[in-house]
């Protein structure tokens, strides 16, 4: 199975202020179909997960634009341009090249 | 809009089994694939079962193989996971998520998940 590893496991951010979380995966995200396999979600306090970014750059529906993702093959970032107090939560990174699905561990993002 | 809604969870003893349900709304259910993830209490996402839109095909966790079925009933928007010899690892919340397309890439969205506890 496919590993992904996620850094750091928290972050604390003041409002306004960046905030970034790696992604690195043990194989290469990238099909043979010229796309990559490489998705972020937000789980919110006490909420099921939501879609963020998908193929590692493109933002889902509704999907404010201080997020973006970046990366290739097997190294991927997720940045936030501006922290607000709704995006605290976990953040999960998962590869969906291969089944099974992985998932990073997760993120928890805090406001300071 | 899209909804999920998923039901059939609750308390249940090691051995026992248990049937979850998840009733789709505001998207044509037939023409995509539908997956179940779970969540143990206090831990991260694992990924359990796909099924493609049209059932032909389903893949699962290792950890759940010739124990969990998944299945899905097209004419009543229903998918469902079948749940047997339950283990007490496998408590968890257990979410349907919807698959971007037939077969299976990723999941676009997810319901409010149901809660199933294997206890003595």
């Known amino acids: 199975d496919i590993v992904v590893t996620q850094t750091p496991i928290s972050l604390s951010v003041t409002p306004g202020q960046p905030a970034s979380i790696s992604c690195k995966s043990t194989?290469?995200?990238?099909?043979?179909?010229?796309?990559?396999?490489l998705y972020w979600y937000l789980q919110k306090p006490g909420q099921s997960p939501q879609l963020l970014i998908y193929e590692v750059s493109s933002r889902f529906s509704g999907v404010p634009d201080r997020f973006s993702g970046s990366g290739s093959e097997t190294d991927f970032t997720l940045k936030i341009s501006r922290v607000e107090a709704e995006d605290v939560g976990i953040y999960y990174c998962m590869q969906g090249i291969y089944l099974p699905y992985t998932f990073g561990q997760g993120t928890k993002l805090e406001i300071k | 809009q899209v909804r999920l809604v998923e039901s059939g969870g609750g308390v249940v003893q090691p051995g026992r089994s248990l049937r979850l349900s998840c009733a789709a709304s505001?998207?044509?259910?037939?023409?995509?694939?539908m997956h179940w993830v779970r969540q143990a209490p206090g831990k991260g996402l694992e990924w359990v079962a796909i099924i493609w839109n049209d059932g032909t095909n389903k893949y699962y966790a290792d950890s759940v193989q010739g124990r969990f079925t998944i299945s899905r009933d097209n004419s009543k928007n229903t998918l469902y996971l079948e749940l047997n010899s339950l283990r007490p690892e496998d408590t968890a919340i257990y979410y349907c998520?919807?698959?971007?397309?037939?077969?299976?890439?990723?999941?676009?969205?997810w319901g409010q998940g149901t809660l199933v506890t294997v206890s003595s």
């Open positions: 505001g998207f044509t259910f037939s023409s995509h694939g």
């Open positions: 194989q290469s995200l990238l099909n043979s179909d010229g796309k990559t396999y």
């Open positions: 998520a919807k698959d971007r397309y037939r077969t299976s890439r990723y999941f676009d969205y």
